[in-house]
């Protein structure tokens, strides 16, 4: 009985130890990336936008998962902010956005992403630029707010149900709303250590760019809220799609792929190699010696294909 009262009071005091450098952490890492942009009200939830430029076309850039707004601020955004306004939104849950309610539908993900847009632009149509998984918001975006699209733009994009595999262990454990809050406290133990070591395969067969995790801001994504919203995002973004791929025959906005051949994160052939049947005139700008970061070693490209769509819409 001793020895079980030991055990439970030190189960107990780790418990309470995680907790702590959890709180730790996050205010560290707050205090690192602050809340930098813009917060609009969308139907009750906060949206966070980070913005660069004054004047000129609107374009709007989803980040992908595990991610935020911060990947786009040093990649593609200053190449473009001298002549366009450039909105770079936190998707909900991520970054410094709250996280309402059924946040894990691309629906609810793209209305967000649209009433920051007209909030923020009003009356005005934009470019879209997704990155993997926004790259699937961006398309609902396409198919729910067609007045607010003037183009999309889709690097690396995941578009179609993958049929299962391939997701990660810890997502499950994480989105539970049983042992997913305990096990989220342990995350910012050991998930940054793990995340620098494989940035590597994401970025591959490119080299990762020097200062990616900070430049990047991915410390936020080990804060426990941010955690389980990521983890609650992949688990439900098949199920997703499956709904929404067979809409894509409606999408009418002049549209881009980049496609890295060596991209081991998803699988083109599965994802645009479907799109490009369903989206009259798509355009696929296939990147022989890239992975699934195109906008890092091909960024002055994409920039020139975002500006000159805007220029044509």
Do not use: C
Not at 88 to 106: F, I, Y
Not at 213 to 241: C, H, M, Q, T
Not at 278 to 300: F, I, K, N, T
């Amino acid at each position: 009985m001793k020895i079980l009262i030991l055990i439970l009071a030190l189960i107990a005091v780790g418990v309470l130890i995680a907790f702590i450098s959890t709180a730790f952490y996050t205010r560290k890492v707050h205090k690192k990336h602050p809340a930098s942009g813009v917060s609009v009200n969308v139907d009750g939830s906060d949206v966070h936008v980070l913005t660069q430029g004054d004047g000129g076309p609107v374009i709007l850039m989803l980040h992908g998962a595990s991610a935020n707004a911060r990947e786009y601020e040093w990649t593609l955004a200053p190449l473009l902010s001298e002549t366009h306004r450039v909105f770079m939104v936190d998707r909900p849950g991520h970054g410094h956005s709250d996280r309402p309610d059924n946040a894990e539908t691309l629906e609810v993900q793209a209305a967000q992403a649209a009433g920051a847009l007209k909030a923020l632009a009003p009356g005005e149509r934009a470019v879209i630029v997704g990155h993997s998984f926004g790259g699937a918001v961006a398309l609902r975006m396409a198919l729910d707010h067609p007045e607010l699209v003037s183009g999309l733009v889709l690097l690396a994009p995941v578009s179609h149900d993958w049929g299962g595999g391939g997701e990660a262990w810890y997502n499950s454990y994480a989105a539970s709303s049983i042992i997913g809050p305990l096990f989220s406290q342990l995350v910012p133990i050991v998930g940054p250590a793990q995340v620098k070591q494989g940035v590597k395969g994401v970025f591959s067969p490119q080299p990762a760019p020097e200062g990616y995790f900070e430049k990047s801001a991915i410390g936020l994504l080990f804060r426990p809220s941010e955690f389980r919203a990521n983890a609650r995002d992949v688990n439900a973004l098949r199920f997703e799609l499956a709904a929404q791929q067979e809409r894509y025959t409606d999408i009418s906005a002049p549209t881009v792929v980049f496609s890295g051949a060596g991209d081991t994160v998803i699988s083109p052939p599965l994802h645009v190699g479907k799109l490009k049947h369903q989206v009259e005139g798509l355009r696929l700008v296939a990147l022989s010696d890239d992975g699934h970061m195109p906008h890092h070693a091909y960024g002055v490209d994409i920039a020139e294909t975002i500006r000159n769509m805007s220029k044509t819409s």
